[in-house]
């Protein structure tokens, strides 16, 4: 089965500060990734996605992940944090559950704070 | 383009209570999930639907939750009765996809058992 892991359970950043929050899957196949972020009291929200192709992938908000096959990583970047920023980060793997379906399972999450 | 919705956004009941909670996907959606998600956790799966199918439903504890989607459109999680380890926001997606497509989730509904 497959499993994410997101190492950092919170970070804390200064604002105007570069950021990468750490993720890494377990999966036997080529997995799709994902990047979610949740605000306070918010559903989650899609930065970014990685299906197959170019491994740096572009985001919204100014953030972007780099797949890494051979570290089983898809960590998330972003070259300077804003205050808005703060929010709670879930990466997240699709895998096949059966003929034709697919099953995301996420991380447990890392949460960020941003000092002004 | 409406979002997903749900309600209710907060309810508080007591033990042994029962507890209902709707979802209204995107239009057009196809595919419906409910998630629970306990503080400081990710979301964790409860149930997929494919249209008025439920294809997944394997991490529905199937003793006290139920879910239905009529029509392939609204849909209900109920728990009967609740427990006090049962607080937690329960997510509701939907995605246009069937296959690993993006989840667009609902602002979730908080759960609090007391």
């Known amino acids: 089965a497959q499993s994410v892991t997101q190492p950092d359970i919170h970070i804390t950043v200064s604002e105007g500060a570069s950021l990468e929050l750490r993720c890494n899957y377990s999966?036997?196949?080529?997995?799709?990734l994902f990047w979610y972020v949740q605000s306070p009291g918010q559903g989650l929200q899609l930065l970014l996605k990685?299906?197959?192709?170019?491994?740096l992938v572009q985001g919204i908000k100014g953030f972007e992940a780099e797949f890494k096959r051979s570290q089983s990583s898809f960590n998330l970047r972003k070259p300077s944090v804003h205050w808005s920023d703060a929010a709670e980060y879930f990466c997240?793997?699709?895998?096949?559950?059966?003929?034709?379906?697919?099953?995301?399972?996420f991380g447990k999450g890392t949460k960020l704070s941003v000092i002004p | 383009e409406a979002g997903v919705v749900q309600s209710p956004r907060y309810k508080i009941i007591e033990k042994k209570q029962p507890v209902a909670f709707w979802c209204n996907p995107i239009?057009?959606?196809?595919?419906l999930y409910w998630y629970l998600q306990n503080l400081g956790q990710g979301p964790e799966l409860l149930i997929r639907?494919?249209?008025?199918?439920?294809?997944?439903d394997s991490q529905l504890p199937k003793d006290r939750f139920s879910a239905e989607r009529l029509k392939g459109v609204d849909s209900t999680l109920k728990i009967q009765p609740a427990e006090l380890g049962d607080s937690a926001v329960y997510l509701c997606?939907?995605?246009?996809?069937?296959?690993?497509?993006?989840?667009?989730f609902g602002e979730g509904s908080r759960l609090t058992v007391l």
């Open positions: 997606a939907s995605s246009l996809v069937r296959g690993p497509g993006e989840l667009f």
């Open positions: 999966y036997g196949a080529t997995p799709y």
């Open positions: 990685y299906f197959s192709g170019d491994t």
């Open positions: 997240a793997v699709g895998a096949r559950a059966g003929a034709g379906s697919y099953q995301l399972t």
């Open positions: 239009s057009g959606h196809n595919t």
């Open positions: 639907y494919e249209n008025e199918e439920a294809v997944d």
